[in-house]
């Protein structure tokens, strides 16, 4: 019979700090899922969603607190979406794999998934650091750099990033900054520097500030996105950023994609600061996004090992999760 056997709270130190709109962080605390059914074990991991007041703690304390059937498709009515959810039903996944001894691709009926093209955060500084940190992360091979904005200045720190990185391709992420500006004017003048997206630009609840935006660039929702329920408000963006712990796990992420390209949205798909064994379960669903943004991992001091390696830019699949997924 299969039970939870635990959920704890780990702390992983940031590789300097990550600087958003909202501020800086130093560290990421996560959560751990282990599942068993007396012969395997399964784990998953989530990061609290601290936007919306998830805290690890608490979503430990709901995972301990869970008394519903352990099943995947019972766990999206019986639980809320959010990190806690997300832990579980990765745990759960991977228990299914291990006693299966067949990898979460091919239960969930995917392609073997290969190496991918990640993003590289750029985190909100001056022009200089920015450029600065740009140079640095094309240096490693990165092609897709992910910039931080503030809503001021932005367009001196996008120019500041492609003096640093000319041959990058570059997307922003507002994180809800721009909703006062003129959006169509702000998205036109980054791409004039060669920005290919712009990030919710506009603050979660009031996506109405879009309607009759003409821009030139797609303008994605990531705050706004959290699973299939949301997409009928969403018909003036042109992209969603499907994020585990939004949506709460691998199964309603995989749902999300599908539904999302069904009605014709493009996919990013995109991770919270984490280790490894919660980024490898949205490798999967990111073979079939327009956007890859899965350098969660990458931004800490130190990964798990057997983590995502990283090569060029391109992120190889570890042996963390998922039976060698």
Same mark, same amino acid.
């Given at each position: 019979?299969?039970? $939870?056997?635990?959920? /704890?709270?780990?702390? @992983? ?29 399964? !784990?998953?991991?989530? /990061? ?14 709901? $995972? ?6 352990? &099943? ?20 759960? @996944? ?6 299966? =001894?067949?990898? %979460? ?9 290969? +190496? ?5 955060? $750029? ?23 992910? *910039? ?5 200045? &932005? ?21 809800? +900054? @721009?909703?006062?500006?003129? $959006? ?10 060669? %920005? ?14 879009? %309607?009759?935006?003409?821009? !030139?660039?797609?303008? *994605? ?47 990013? %798909?995109? *991770? ?30 130190? &990964?798990?090992? =057997? ?11 570890? /042996? ?6």
């Amino acid at each position: 019979m299969t039970r $939870i056997l635990s959920a /704890t709270v780990e702390r @992983w130190p940031v590789a300097g700090a990550f600087i958003i709109s909202r501020g800086a962080k130093t560290f990421v605390d996560v959560v751990i899922c282990t599942v068993g059914d007396g012969e395997h074990v399964g !784990r998953g991991e989530g /990061t609290a969603i601290y936007y919306e007041g998830e805290t690890a703690e608490g979503c430990a304390a709901a $995972i301990n607190a869970y008394a519903g059937p352990l &099943d995947r498709e019972v766990l999206l009515e019986a639980m809320p979406r959010g990190a806690a959810r997300n832990a579980l039903d990765c745990a759960l @996944w991977d228990l299914e794999s291990k006693r299966a =001894g067949r990898p %979460v691709w091919q239960l969930a009926g995917l392609l073997e998934p290969g +190496s991918l093209p990640t993003a590289f955060t $750029i985190s909100l500084g001056d022009p200089a650091r920015m450029e600065a940190d740009a140079r640095a992360a094309a240096a490693r091979g990165f092609g897709l750099l992910k *910039c931080k904005l503030t809503g001021e200045g &932005d367009q001196e720190r996008i120019a500041a990033v492609r003096a640093g990185a000319p041959g990058a391709r570059l997307i922003v992420d507002a994180n809800e +900054s @721009w909703h006062d500006l003129d $959006i169509a004017a702000e998205a036109d003048a980054l791409a004039a520097l060669g %920005v290919e997206m712009v990030e919710q630009p506009v603050r979660h609840g009031e996506e109405q500030r879009l %309607v009759g935006v003409a821009a !030139r660039l797609p303008l *994605c929702a990531d705050e706004s996105c959290h699973t299939r329920v949301d997409l009928d408000r969403l018909g003036d963006f042109d992209a969603i950023n499907i994020k585990l712990d939004k949506a709460g796990g691998l199964t309603e992420a995989l749902a999300l994609a599908r539904e999302g390209r069904a009605r014709g949205f493009r996919i990013m %798909v995109g *991770c919270m600061l984490g280790t490894s064994l919660g980024i490898a379960p949205a490798a999967l669903v990111a073979q079939v996004a327009d956007w890859i943004d899965l350098d969660g991992a990458l931004l800490l001091a130190e &990964d798990r090992p =057997g983590g995502l390696a990283v090569q060029d830019g391109m992120l190889h699949p570890g /042996t963390l999760w998922g039976l060698g997924q």
